[in-house]
């Protein structure tokens, strides 16, 4: 099946609480770079915490995956936190399946991440 | 340098009219005629430098007609024209006369020559009179066509108008020699790739036994489903012997495709060989696999490698099999009982191998008794998607197999193939299958009293 959708990225700086990255389209090896790259100029530390929208994912591939896990890896080494919210159904499935869910933290929107991390 | 003396000829032979030719001129043409095709291949029609040229040579001579053309073994192709000159057999043949000449070809009245003055283009309409060519000539002699230039009234070609017109000429060979150079590249990098290709398909089919071994009391068969001719995908599979009558098995999936895959599953596949030997636990399999991964990215720039396996050892105990099986992160193995229901036989919670930080890979013991099979699949097989659009996912191929009842390794195949066909565009990545069969006991009524017999 061909993966046509587009990636975009887009950071939304908060005032107070957790910045947001807004992830849309299709995750693959063409277009996993263009998120690696924008992850990479994120700074996490205490308190400096990441919440990355998928609700606009369409598509995942190892190279996306990997590309999550390195920014969750970074996340915890900085003592920050790194949260994954409106995930797909199926993909995530594919996570669960992969063993992500208890590495991961996944919420159903970005709010509700958001929440957990003020809470 | 400039020719100073331009053979001036007339129209010396009939144009358009094949000569007889001896056999040392045929070797000759042979030779030109191999170099035309040579070019021939590549796209002139796209020519606006070639069509500058034409308008160039006719503004430097101040005549209505100028044409590209190149000369084949019958024919005379132009390639670019201003005016543009009437298609004619006499100007073909003049084409076709200069090439042979080789030199600075120039007619200064076609109708002082009696073979052409009858011609329609010369005694009617535009009335052509005068003719000059500068040969097209690659680097090793040969002539390919000519830069033509025709008037409407009787004239001589001054020196420095024929210089211009070589000129000319050599610059069609130089774009026809770098279109020819560009054409090249293309071709060599196509053909690297395809190269590159076909040895990461053979590679891929090296990493797959090429025939399962036998096991004592097992039936075991695997299949491998590719999605597409062109691209590799990083499916694998293995059956092998164990110490004392113990079996080793295992099937995975690693990340990316193409020629990285191939040389990825190498290193999976005899990992997973050689772990099993120095200790046989799933378990420690997986984890072994896990840190020979670890290292392999250490320090580098390259995405992780990564991949999804299920490990199991076959252990005989008496009518059937103990099962031993460790996963780490890949889609649960389903046994289909003697009774035809379906199970999964599934640690729960085995993440993926080699990307994670101390990463959990979960074990499970399990039975296999006579008449029951043993699926292990890659998600190529549950990612699929259904004509609704769904993903089939496990609970999609347990009620598919659940449908089809008991199986053997060998029937279990079938469903699966058939499944695959079926779900048809549906299915956009590769799929592995391994079966395992432990065959049903076969009642043989009589067999007490034979023995006694």
């Known amino acids: 099946m061909p993966h046509e959708n587009n990636l975009t990225v887009a950071l939304q700086p908060h005032v107070s609480g957790p910045r947001l990255l807004v992830v849309a389209g299709d995750l693959d090896h063409h277009t996993t770079p263009h998120l690696r790259r924008a992850l990479e100029e994120i700074e996490f ?10 609700s606009g994912l369409t598509f995942c591939d190892s190279t996306g995956i990997a590309t999550l896990v390195a920014a969750h890896q970074r996340a915890n080494d900085a003592r920050g936190a790194l949260l994954l919210a409106g995930l797909d159904q199926d993909i995530a499935r594919v996570f669960q399946i992969m063993g992500l869910d208890r590495l991961l933290a996944f919420y159903d929107s970005p709010e509700e991440a958001v929440r957990a991390l003020s809470g | 340098m ?29 030779g030109r005629l191999a170099a ?20 160039l040579a006719a503004r430097i001579f101040h005549a209505p007609f100028a044409s590209v053309t190149i000369a084949g073994d019958d ?36 109708l002082r020559d009696p073979r052409a003055a009858g011609d329609p283009v ?37 020196d420095e108008e024929l210089a211009c017109l070589r000129d000319l000429a050599a610059l069609v060979m130089d774009e026809l020699e770098i279109r020819l150079a560009a054409h090249r590249t293309v071709e060599v990098e196509r053909e690297l790739r395809a190269g590159a290709e076909r040895l990461a398909r053979t590679l891929q089919r090296t990493l797959l036994p090429p025939a399962l071994p036998r096991v004592p009391g097992l039936r075991a068969a695997a299949a491998y489903h590719p999605v597409s001719a062109d691209e590799v995908g990083g499916d694998f599979y293995d059956l092998f012997p164990l110490d004392g009558d113990r079996w080793g098995f295992f099937l995975g999936d690693v990340c990316g495709k193409g020629a990285g895959a191939a040389a990825l599953t190498s290193l999976v596949r005899y990992t997973l060989r050689a772990a099993a030997v120095y200790d046989a636990d799933p378990h420690a399999v997986l984890a072994n696999l896990d840190a020979v991964l670890q290292q392999e990215h250490a320090g580098g720039d390259a995405p992780a490698p990564y991949c999804t396996a299920v490990f199991g050892v076959l252990q005989p105990d008496g009518d059937g099999f103990g099962v031993t099986l460790a996963t780490g992160g890949h889609p649960p193995a ?79 195949l079938t469903t699966v193939h058939d499944l695959i066909t079926a779900l048809g565009r549906g299915v956009s990545d590769d799929t592995a299958v391994l079966a395992l069969s432990v065959p049903p006991i076969t009642r043989t009524p009589s067999s007490g009293s034979l023995g006694a017999a």
């Open chain 2, 122 to 158: 010369v005694r009617g309409e535009p009335g052509i009179r005068f003719y000059a060519a500068a040969v097209i000539t690659t680097a090793d002699g040969e002539a390919l066509g000519s830069v033509n230039v025709m008037d409407v009234r009787p004239r001589e070609a001054g």
């Open chain 2, 334 to 412: 389903l046994a289909v009982r003697a009774d035809g229901t379906v199970e999964p036989i599934h640690p729960a919670g085995g993440q993926l191998i080699g990307i994670l930080r101390d990463p959990h890979f979960a074990q499970v013991s399990a039975r296999l008794n006579a008449g029951d099979a043993l699926l292990l699949y890659t998600d190529g097989l549950t990612e699929a998607r259904t004509p609704t659009g769904s993903m089939l996912d496990e609970d999609g191929l347990t009620a598919h197999l659940a449908a089809a009842g008991p199986t053997s390794a060998d029937a279990l």
């Open chain 2, 75 to 110: 024919t005379v192709r132009v390639v670019a024209a201003h005016g543009p000159p009437p298609r004619s057999a006499l100007l073909d043949g003049l084409c076709a006369a200069a090439v042979r000449h080789g030199g600075p070809h120039v007619v200064d009245d076609l």
């Open chain 2, 36 to 55: 035309v095709r040579r070019y021939a291949a590549l796209d002139t029609t796209s020519g606006a430098a070639f069509d500058r040229v034409a308008t």
């Open chain 1, 45 to 54: 530390g205490p308190g400096a915490d990441l919440v990355i929208d998928l």
């Open chain 2, 2 to 30: 400039r020719r100073k003396e331009p053979e001036v000829s007339t129209v010396d032979e009939a144009p358009g009219r094949p000569m007889p030719l001896a056999s040392a001129v045929e070797a000759v043409e042979a």
